[in-house]
């Protein structure tokens, strides 16, 4: 009973959750103000409670992303049909010949419009006519002699198939034949079908394409009876001489879904497509595909998706056609990294056929990478076999080593291309995640992979693909293999709405199948969370269901309307709903962090609304509260890189204004799982999340004389940004390398193309960079008062104001402002670290090294790399960047590593070096600091404190708890705390040593 009760409570409160849920929608875009078709379409979703689908495009408004529309566009459909077949039923005769070599138009039939075909085109099609109606009337002893090459492929032309043979398949015989099966061979297609089957899958046949020839004019359903003992499964054209009547291709679009691919050409249909098809196969399949079984969507995730049901990424595609373009692309599982590759592939072959040549391999199927025996090497060896079988390489292979390899395969690409200065080469290597594990930090193949593009000019060039660690991976390798490109790489997530809707809704027209109207494409949109495999399993059950439905209306004919009705049926469906939740789950996976953060915001979500938002400090805190393991090391630009990848993969709404992250939309808190599983996850979050730490995180670019830069890969990332404009403080100390800043960024962004660093001297320099710019420009305006610390006290202040009010005044120009401060500016510290006044500044604290980033760093340049030597390194600097530099010095001077760390240990014998170091830190910079660290020193000494325990012991020397915790944050940003375990700190012994030896 309480358990009934409880449900009445729940159904008799969902009505008013619903409303205050419309309420909230409708404030946002109250909010918004826009267009009054826009604003109709969103409430109508409201009114007939569609909540997801009206959150969605509200969305969409808020981020500044077009809404999808629906383009009527030509239909050849209902141009071709019942019109056509009604109006020539006795098919092709000579007089339609004669009408179509003069140019003219039928009497009765205005779509037979031939009077725009060129004399030659007229010709032509007037020829392929006069065969094809030679061809039907063959008499039945003579069908076994029909010249298929003269009189079937003209035909074939006129449909958009160019074919250079034909080949008989069925057994020659004497008796009486009704129909002839036949084999067009080296199929060349001229246009994009609207079906894979009629499409790419011919040309995965090696270009052949299976013809089947009915005389007779025999009713529809002998016709399926002859296509069905074809047993190939491969796509079936068949030749019917004659017209089929209205009825007939009712018939034969109702019972077909049952066969393999087919695709019917009759007399009316080819008598059209000489009017209207221009021989491309793109007319042709919109015209008969509604007459047919065909599903050009795939039905589960691992299937192959034809290029022609590739939509969207035309930036991307763009980008990695371009010799100068990306060379990484990264994102989710399945949100269509390798279509892209292949997509791109076809289109680069296309430009040039015969001299532009792309390969592509899959790394991780090759089983070349991490944990792989294959050492990294062998990916030369399948580059070898790829190019032989591309005939891009030639001769013997030789017997030199695998060690050789790659000089032999990257001088027969040189050799290739310098025998005609037409050929270009596109390498695509696709899941390299594993392959740029192990070839971190040196990258040795990978600098030898993009060094094909500097050796050949630009004329060969390879692209990496992978999840997302890939793009992680390139940043590290910004020092070496990727150069320029290191801020380029080009995420793949969920498809533009736009994109997305074309994905749903070309395929069914082209199939017959219109939708009644945008709010239902909105719909399935949202549900998919435009992701674009998602729309391809969804699409394959509409279709299948729509076969179904086709079947049982009988004599009603094409085009077939998509109602609400059919969607709801797809949605219940309960393997899909499974997939798509699992689908999601999977983008969770790549890393256990993502997961944990896309719960906290479903809870939050489930609790208060999704239109609740979390800061960046309130969801760390979260997380790490959740997960203490996979947070508490993770600095916060780290943690802001992940928020910003989950946006990328479509999880989370981008937080443009400042104001926090939430998930992306209702059908993203519906896929992560009810608030019961929501929890469940989090509470055991820190028994079930693994932490896959990789030297990407912490790992610094290299400086041109070998130091390492005082910037984290993600903190560099995070101060340029991406195209929008932004104002980031950095706040460091001598110590941490707070004057190699300028020279880092410059180092860093100098070598990205549309990058521009101007000049930084006086203010009103400063103040006219802020606002000036070409378009398309991207800028770096650095103000560095770390350099100048005789600046006024309130410059700093000044200069991120008015980098947040001064913005370029040419369109397209995007500028990110870098304010360099140290603790002479303590009074912009403070705001920006306590958060006590509103600004859209964030700022970014250089942090000491960690074993990793040492690590990284020690391998990278060859010095201190063993494993005792990297302790005992870490151990004498405590990974202060300043320390570090003089080590990597001292190693120059001496030549040995050993001496070098022998002269290290001076540091804690040395008082002058000691004040020296101290200084740098800047613990005593200021006289409150400087008491609140040896607040800390007496208390503590070598033991670990909690935050609480140490504000409480700096209160109690300075008698204001506010105050103690302002000290005790910024001693924390000096770098002066350590962080261990269990969020517990402790003061970094180097230090304290050295303050010690002062006292």
């Known amino acids: 009973m309480d358990v009934r009760r409880a449900l009445d409570t729940v159904r008799d409160s969902l009505p008013e959750f619903r409303k205050q849920a419309a309420d909230r929608i409708r404030a946002r875009l109250d909010a918004l103000g826009p267009g009054e078709e826009l604003r109709a379409q969103v409430l109508r979703h409201l009114d007939t409670g569609g909540l997801a689908t009206a959150a969605d495009l509200v969305y969409f408004l808020e981020i500044g992303e077009e809404v999808p529309e629906i383009d009527a566009g030509e239909s050849h459909l209902t141009d071709f049909f019942p019109t056509v077949p009604d109006g020539l039923p006795k098919g092709i005769d000579q007089a339609l010949v004669d009408l179509v070599r003069s140019g003219g138009m039928h009497p009765e039939i205005s779509v037979l419009d031939y009077s725009a075909l060129s004399t030659d085109e007229a010709a032509l099609a007037a020829d392929a006519l006069q065969e094809w109606r030679a061809l039907g009337v063959t008499e039945p002893k003579d069908r076994l002699e029909v010249s298929a090459r003269r009189q079937l492929l003209p035909a074939l032309k006129l449909l958009g198939y160019d074919a250079k043979s034909a080949k008989p398949l069925d057994e020659r015989s004497h008796r009486r034949r009704e129909y002839r099966l036949f084999e067009a061979t080296e199929v060349e297609i001229n246009g994009r079908a609207k079906a894979p089957a009629f499409g790419s899958q011919i040309r995965e046949q090696g270009g052949t394409l299976r013809v089947l020839l009915v005389w007779g004019r025999p009713p529809a359903k002998v016709v399926m009876s002859l296509a069905e003992s074809d047993t190939s499964g491969t796509s079936l054209l068949v030749a019917y001489f004659g017209t089929l009547s209205r009825g007939a291709r009712i018939e034969l679009a109702a019972g077909s879904s049952r066969l393999q691919p087919m695709l019917v050409v009759d007399d009316a249909a080819l008598a059209y497509l000489a009017a209207r098809g221009n021989r491309q196969v793109s007319t042709a399949t919109q015209t008969l595909l509604p007459f047919s079984g065909v599903n050009p969507y795939i039905r589960e995730k691992c299937g192959r998706i034809g290029g022609e049901m590739f939509y969207g990424r035309d930036a991307e595609r763009k980008s990695v056609l371009d010799p100068l373009g990306t060379q990484v692309i990264f994102g989710g599982r399945g949100l269509g990294k390798s279509a892209l590759l292949s997509d791109a592939g076809e289109r680069f072959e296309g430009q040039r056929p015969g001299y532009q040549l792309a390969v592509y391999v899959n790394v991780d199927q090759e089983n070349i990478g991490k944990g792989s025996s294959l050492g990294l090497e062998a990916l030369w060896s399948v580059l070898d076999r790829e190019l032989r079988k591309a005939e891009v390489l030639v001769g013997q292979q030789g017997r030199k080593s695998v060690k050789d390899i790659s000089e032999r395969v990257r001088a027969g690409i040189g050799a290739w291309l310098d025998g005609d200065s037409r050929r270009r080469l596109l390498i695509l290597l696709d899941e390299c995640d594993q392959f740029f594990e192990a070839d971190a930090p040196r990258f040795d193949q990978t600098k030898k992979l993009k060094g094909l593009g500097t050796d050949t000019k630009d004329r060969a060039k390879v692209v990496f693909a992978g999840l997302h660690s890939v793009q992680r991976f390139t940043k590290l390798a910004s020092n070496g293999p990727f150069s320029h490109l290191a801020q380029t790489p080009k995420v793949i997530g969920p498809l533009a709405p736009q994109s997305a809707a074309e994905l749903l809704v070309d395929p069914m027209r082209a199939l017959g199948f219109e939708f009644q109207d945008m709010d239902l494409v909105n719909r399935v949109l949202g549900y998919c969370s435009y992701q674009p495999f998602l729309l391809q399993m969804f699409g394959h059950r509409l279709v299948e269901l729509m076969h179904r439905k086709r079947m049982r209306r009988g004599t009603e004919g094409p085009p077939y309307a998509v109602e609400i009705g059919d969607i709801e049926v797809v949605e219940s469906d309960t393997g899909l709903r499974d997939s798509i939740s699992a689908a999601f789950k999977d983008t969770l996976s790549l890393d256990h962090r993502y997961d944990v953060i896309a719960n906290v915001l479903a809870y939050h979500a489930r609790q208060r609304g999704l239109e609740v938002r979390l800061s960046d400090a309130e969801l760390r805190d979260e997380c790490e509260t959740f997960w203490p393991k996979g947070f508490d090391q993770l ?177 397209g120009v995007t500028r990110a402002v870098v304010v360099v401060t140290d603790p002479n500016q303590l009074g912009l510290w403070r705001p920006l670290l306590t958060g006590t006044e509103p600004t859209s500044a964030a700022p970014v604290v250089l942090r000491r090294h960690d074993r990793g980033s040492l690590r990284g760093w020690a391998q990278r340049v060859e010095e201190f790399h063993t494993e005792d030597r990297l302790d005992r390194l870490h151990e004498l600097t405590g990974g202060w960047p300043v320390l570090v530099d003089r080590a990597h010095r001292l190693h120059g001077e001496l030549s040995d590593p050993d001496a070098a760390l022998h002269s290290l240990a001076g540091l804690r014998r040395d008082r002058v070096a000691a004040r020296s170091f101290v200084e740098a830190t800047g613990v005593f910079a200021d006289p409150v600091l400087a008491t609140g660290y040896r607040a800390l020193d007496e208390e503590f000494k070598e033991t670990l404190f909690d935050l609480e325990s140490a504000v409480a012991a700096v209160a109690f020397r300075i008698e204001d708890e506010d105050e103690a915790r302002w000290v005790v944050t910024c001693l924390d940003a000096l770098q002066v705390l350590g962080r261990e375990q269990n969020h517990l700190l402790r003061l970094e012994p180097l230090l304290r040593e050295c303050v010690a030896l002062l006292d």
């Open 635 to 811: 600095d916060t630009e780290g943690f802001r890189a992940y928020l910003s990848e989950m946006v990328g993969l479509g999880v989370l709404a981008p937080n443009h204004d400042g104001q926090g992250w939430h998930l992306r939309g209702p059908n993203a808190l519906r896929m992560i799982g009810t608030s019961h599983e929501v929890e469940a996850r989090l509470l055991r979050a820190a028994q079930d999340c693994q932490l896959q730490e990789s030297i990407v995180q912490e790992s610094r670019p290299d400086l041109p004389d070998g130091r390492s830069g005082p910037l984290t890969i993600t903190q560099l990332d995070y101060l340029l940004g991406g195209r929008s404009n932004q104002t980031r403080v950095v706040l460091g100390t001598t110590a941490t390398g707070v004057r190699d800043v300028g020279d880092t960024l410059r180092t860093f962004a100098g070598r990205i193309p549309d990058w521009t660093l101007p000049p930084v001297g006086k203010p009103s320099a400063y103040r006219q960079e802020l606002t000036g710019g070409r378009p398309r420009e991207r800028r770096v305006v650095i103000s560095d008062f770390a350099r100048y610390p005789d600046a006024r006290p309130e410059a700093p202040r000044q200069a991120v104001d008015q980098a947040e009010t001064m913005l370029p005044t040419t369109s």
